[in-house]
């Protein structure tokens, strides 16, 4: 059974930072795209940031324009752990964080975590 598990959401003031972690288990993602997207109240879910396996010995790393600069994303395949370092956070950051690994092996599946409350208060 995989299960993806966030932690590090909570509440923290404009221009504050947080550090989101996702853990997966039952399967190992190496080499296949982890990654984050968010949800704000009233919102449809939008992509974040993710990586991507380059081919070669390291991954590609794609952000919303929204993010651009402020967040970095990063993983330890290691630990089978995606990271998001998110700075200068602005109120409009506020939503809940979801990881996501992607499955890319046949007709692909998609696995999500439980989400992590990230708020910025102004």
């Known amino acids: 059974q995989v299960q993806l598990v966030e932690s590090g959401g909570g509440l923290v003031q404009a221009g504050g930072s947080l550090r989101l972690s996702c853990a997966a288990s039952g399967r190992t993602f190496s080499r296949f795209p982890m990654g984050w997207f968010r949800q704000a109240p009233g919102k449809e879910r939008e992509f974040v940031a993710t990586?991507?396996?380059?081919?070669?010995?390291?991954?590609?790393?794609d952000y919303a324009d929204s993010v651009k600069g402020r967040f970095t994303i990063s993983r330890d395949d290691a630990k089978n752990t995606v990271y998001l370092q998110m700075n200068s956070l602005k109120p409009e950051d506020t939503a809940v964080y979801y990881c996501?690994?992607?499955?890319?092996?046949?007709?692909?599946?998609?696995?999500w975590g439980q989400g992590t409350q990230v708020t910025v208060s102004s």
């Open positions: 996501n690994a992607h499955w890319a092996i046949g007709l692909g599946t998609d696995y």
């Open positions: 990586t991507r396996w380059s081919g070669g010995r390291v991954y590609y790393a």
